[in-house]
């Protein structure tokens, strides 16, 4: 079962869609409040490896 999904355009740019993508996951640990630690490793694929996205992220 996905985490999340998300539907751009044909004709659309998905390297733009990256951040809100990873914003709209929620991560569920069956516990109460906000985990205390966040994820360490993100596997995504080459062409989403620039440096304002690395700093969004951080």
């Given at each position: ?27 569920k640990t069956n516990k109460r409040g906000?985990p205390r630690k966040p994820l360490k ?18």
């Open positions: 079962m996905p985490l999340s999904n998300r539907t751009t355009p044909a004709n659309g740019s998905e390297t733009d869609q990256v951040i809100p993508f990873i914003d709209s996951v929620e991560v906000r490793v993100l596997a995504v694929d080459k062409a989403y490896n620039s440096k304002n996205k690395r700093a969004v992220l951080i």
